[in-house]
């Protein structure tokens, strides 16, 4: 936004578009969109800010335009939006299309960290580190990364660890979810119960090794995956 004319004509640096940044932001709810109401006995209440009306900035901000677009609207955009609308700038493109790629084309560009459950921000962090220049040498751990994810994006975000997997990385997953498990290359299970009951490795193998498991809950359920 700071490269378009009008925003050079006038002097905006690329602090102006950012809502962490006074001077480009709405001072009233301090580029949050939101106000906060305190109540004592309850949690605390979020109202749409009256002065910029939810949109995080001031009103000269928002005159500048890319595409028709202000910068309040290309963060409302859904990931899967704005990689359409970002798609003759590679170097955005490239970025945004890993963030679909691990299924996350639902969320907005300026969604609250603090709203993104767990799975969804170590699918944020292996976004970034997809778009990373590939070493072919790193060592991934996800911890339950599909919580949340509908089977289409389950397949999608596998797709993705393969990628990783295929280019000599490796990727060890603590998953409790059948249509990963049964796909991974190794299984170490651990168990057999929860807690105080559990800790002791049951049985490792590939899926069709520990399938034939006779005590273990996960070749139970593996079993029927497999048929």
């Known amino acids: ?6 925003a050079m004509i006038r002097g905006y640096k690329p ?56 910068i309040s609207d290309v963060l409302n955009m859904t990931i899967e939006e704005s990689v359409d609308f970002f798609e003759h700038i590679p170097k955005i493109f490239r970025k945004l299309k890993t963030i679909q790629d691990v299924g996350l084309g639902y969320i907005t560009l300026g969604q609250q960290s603090t709203t993104l459950s767990g799975g969804e921000a170590q699918r944020i962090k292996l976004a970034t580190e997809l778009s990373k220049k590939d070493t072919g040498n790193t060592f991934y751990i996800l911890d339950e990364p599909t919580t949340g994810l509908h089977f289409e994006d389950i397949r999608v975000l596998m797709i993705v660890l393969n990628r990783l997997v ?9 998953e409790h979810n059948m249509d990963v498990i049964k796909m991974v290359d ?4 651990i168990g057999s119960e929860g807690g105080k009951g559990g800790g002791r490795i049951i049985v490792e193998g590939t899926p069709e090794q520990v399938a034939k498991h006779k005590t273990s809950h996960t070749a139970r359920f593996l079993k029927n995956e497999l048929i």
């Open 15 to 70: 602090g102006r578009f950012s809502f962490n940044v006074a001077g480009g932001r709405c001072e009233t709810c301090k580029g949050g969109g939101l106000k906060v109401i305190e109540m004592n006995f309850l949690p605390d209440v979020y109202v749409e800010c009256e002065v910029c009306q939810g949109k995080r900035f001031n009103r000269e901000t928002l005159e500048i335009c890319y595409k028709g677009k202000s």
């Open 166 to 174: 295929d280019k000599g990385n490796t990727v060890l997953i603590i």
């Open 186 to 189: 190794h299984i170490i299970d």
């Open 1 to 6: 936004f700071s490269k378009i004319p009008e």
